[in-house]
């Protein structure tokens, strides 16, 4: 079986590191079971390497070939080259977790069976015309376990989706959702040109994963415990690195504020702005716990006559 | 958190350039995952900062796995021995289930009513004696009640017997110096086991000296097995409960069985999954785990296995064309159970499994129908 990348049939030899490796892998690789021989897994192996690398040596080149889900990788690219066994271990196999993430994604039933037919559609390497084109499975790289990549891919369309979906929404519901109150850009012309350049400069000193975690938490509001499933740690470490980096962030904010040339006042006004974010979720509060107590609205038990 | 980042910081961060290139759905499932080299991982957390597009992508992709795993109940087409991917806990949800995506808090909300009900209990310790006037050591020795209705009454004598136990009250008090023990087993009821041991015990069960009889096995036979709704008796062992915080007896008991249930499924779904005795192989073939290796069960079946649910002996499993075996003894005798609907056979492909006992469970098919039995399977309604 010849396979060939999205771009087209890798047409070189692999090198020979890749093809011992290929050899090694052979038997655990579940290649012989979709009609792929050695050199096929070796040119599967060289598609993968080249789009993952540079590497800076062989040694490290073949760590990154042994931490890949080769079986999952085989199995992908049988599939998407059309293998009815590949295909038959697919479905067995990952139908459920397809369809499954599909429905905990996506909030509505048909919505969520919508898409997942969808992307099965693109898995099997046919468009909603019913002709052929190529598989999304060839964009598989074993990098994480194939059950990953299925939940990501999903959850990549249902964003999609959902984009092109929110451009429809009706004013009504963007009040209910309180958008009205949202400011979508922050207020750029009041802004102290001081206080936008230190805390650019004070972002630019975090490390990514810090930025990442201040994203995650304040403005996306994600909750503690979601972050740390995802960072693998638990979630007394997120939450004990957050208060340590929200803190050490408002001290050296408030230090280059008055190396600007701030006093102590000024400084502590600037960080202390009201946040655009508070005022909606602070509207939302406020509408949420109804009808106040007035002559307008009748206490409960109390006669309407 | 009180801390509250200052607002010019979350302005920045808003501001942050919207990279025009996105990681590919490879290397965020590998981050996910933790997948990554250090230096990838760092130019990935460096791109999620700034694209909250892709945030959104991580997050919810991690968030369907993580509900997957909490709800680990059933063990599907493994496709190795091993492999990490027979864990396929998702496809124990029903469709209701898996048709809204549950709520992030609800997790959150059986672990606060764990607590309350752990709180209750304890709190049931110290006030339980109180309102009991029988010697607590009597209580303790008590086998099989005489009347078998008077539930609630033998359940405070527990409680009564466990705030008076000396030896529940040294373990409580002093838990660094808990030491293995036998556990001890009242026969309360047929096809009830009660442990009262320490987290730490010995796994010999100790016989029952009053009725004569062998008492249950703190790990019944089954615990290696997968099972589905219900308790999971290879969690008692670390649940509270047997921890010497919550008394061991009746209606109590199943309560906090019904509470701690998915948590048990979280901690120890995937370590179930590795011991299970069946599982479907990748050519969706019915497997059992005998003397270390898998052996081929309804082997004449030219249909494709989806899943398989064990609960107390009761062997299910489904797969396709509406599929569905029972067997009431561990897998040694077959029937084959018809789903009728409108005087036809169900002929979808069965995809979920769940019973919360013997009698009564819900199997799904690919096409979105359930079906609910309370008769082990006799007759079938769908919803």
């Known amino acids: 079986m010849a396979l060939s990348s999205p771009a087209g049939t890798f047409g070189e030899q692999p090198p020979a590191e890749l093809r011992e490796f290929a050899v090694a892998h052979y038997g655990a690789s579940g290649a012989a079971e979709f009609g792929?021989?050695?050199?096929?897994?070796?040119?599967?192996?060289?598609q993968v390497v080249t789009q993952a690398g540079p590497f800076d040596d062989v040694a490290a080149e073949l760590r990154f070939l042994a931490s890949l889900r080769l079986e999952e990788l085989v199995l992908a690219r049988a599939c998407a080259q059309g293998n009815e066994r590949a295909w038959e271990v697919f479905l067995n196999r990952y139908r459920n977790t397809l369809y499954e993430s599909a429905y905990k994604i996506a909030p509505v039933e048909s919505e969520a069976r919508i898409l997942a037919d969808s992307l099965y559609a693109e898995l099997y390497g046919v468009d909603a015309k019913g002709q052929q084109r190529t598989?999304?499975?060839?964009?598989?790289?074993?990098?994480?376990?194939?059950?990953?990549?299925l939940r990501v891919v999903v959850a990549q369309e249902y964003i999609n989706r959902y984009r092109s979906m929110k451009r429809e929404t009706s004013l009504d519901a963007a009040v209910e959702d309180g958008a009205q109150f949202a400011a979508s850009e922050p207020d750029s012309a009041v802004t102290d040109?001081?206080?936008?350049?230190?805390?650019?400069?004070?972002?630019?000193?975090?490390s990514s994963d810090e930025r990442f975690l201040l994203a995650a938490y304040y403005l996306d509001r994600r909750t503690l415990a979601e972050i740390a499933k995802l960072q693998g740690v638990h979630e007394s470490t997120i939450s004990r690195k957050l208060e340590r980096v929200t803190v050490a962030v408002g001290k050296r904010l408030r230090k280059r504020l008055m190396d600007s040339g701030m006093s102590g006042r000024q400084a502590d006004e600037a960080m202390e702005d009201v946040d655009v974010r508070d005022l909606r979720i602070k509207v939302r509060e406020t509408l949420e716990q109804g009808p106040p107590d007035s002559a307008f609205y009748p206490k409960k038990g109390e006669s309407q006559g | 958190m009180n801390d509250k980042l200052p607002k010019p910081m979350l302005d920045a961060l808003a501001r942050q350039t919207k990279p025009a290139e996105h990681p590919s759905a490879d290397v965020l499932s590998a981050f996910a995952e933790q997948g990554l080299r250090?230096?990838?991982?760092?130019l990935v957390d460096q791109h999620l900062a700034g694209c909250a597009e892709c945030r959104e992508v991580v997050f919810l992709a991690n968030g369907a796995a993580e509900e997957a795993f909490a709800q680990s109940g059933e063990f599907l087409a493994a496709a190795q021995p091993g492999q990490l991917s027979a864990v396929r806990g998702s496809a124990g949800m029903s469709r209701a289930a898996v048709g809204r995506p549950r709520k992030r808090w609800a997790l959150r909300w059986v672990w606060a009513a764990s607590g309350a009900a752990a709180v209750v209990l304890v709190g049931g310790l110290f006030v339980a004696p109180h309102f009991t006037a029988r010697p607590a050591q009597e209580v303790a020795m008590k086998g099989a009640p005489a009347n078998p209705s008077s539930e609630k009454p033998q359940e405070l004598d527990a409680i009564a017997s466990m705030a008076a136990s000396p030896q529940a009250n040294t373990a409580k008090a002093r838990p660094a110096e808990r030491r293995p023990i036998a556990p001890k087993v009242e026969k309360t009821s047929p096809g009830t086991s009660v442990v009262v041991a320490s987290s730490d015990q010995a796994?010999?069960?100790?016989?029952?000296?009053?009725n004569g009889a062998a008492a249950s096995s703190a790990r019944p036979a089954e615990s290696a097995t997968i099972s589905i709704g219900g308790a999971m008796p290879g969690a008692i062992v670390s649940s509270p409960r047997a921890s010497g915080f919550a008394p061991n007896a009746g209606q109590a008991q199943q309560q906090l069985d019904s509470l701690n249930v998915t948590v048990n499924r979280t901690m120890a779904g995937y370590a179930r999954a590795q011991q299970s005795n069946w599982r479907i192989s990748p050519q969706g073939q019915l497997e059992r785990r005998i003397a270390d290796g898998w052996t081929r069960m309804l082997a004449d079946q030219p249909s494709a296995f989806h899943v398989v649910s064990v609960i107390a002996g009761n062997v299910w499993a489904g797969g396709n064309d509406g599929m569905l075996f029972h067997s009431a003894d561990n897998g040694l005798h077959w029937n084959k159970v018809a789903i009728m609907s409108a005087g036809a056979n169900e002929t979808g492909a069965i995809v979920s499994i769940r019973f919360s006992d013997p009698q009564h469970g819900e199997v799904v098919t690919d096409g979105g129908a359930s079906y609910i039995t309370s008769d082990s399977g006799g007759t079938w309604t769908k919803q």
Do not use: I, T
């Not at chain 1, 598989?135 to 990549?149: F, H």
């Not at chain 1, 001081?194 to 805390?199: I, L, S």
């Open chain 1, 135 to 149: 598989s999304k499975l060839l964009y598989y790289q074993g990098r994480g376990s194939l059950q990953g990549w």
């Open chain 2, 203 to 210: 796994p010999a069960p100790q016989p029952n000296k009053e």
């Open chain 1, 193 to 206: 040109p001081r206080v936008e350049a230190a805390a650019s400069a004070e972002l630019a000193a975090l």
């Open chain 1, 36 to 46: 792929l021989d050695h050199a096929a897994l070796a040119v599967l192996l060289a």
């Open chain 2, 38 to 42: 250090a230096r990838e991982k760092e």
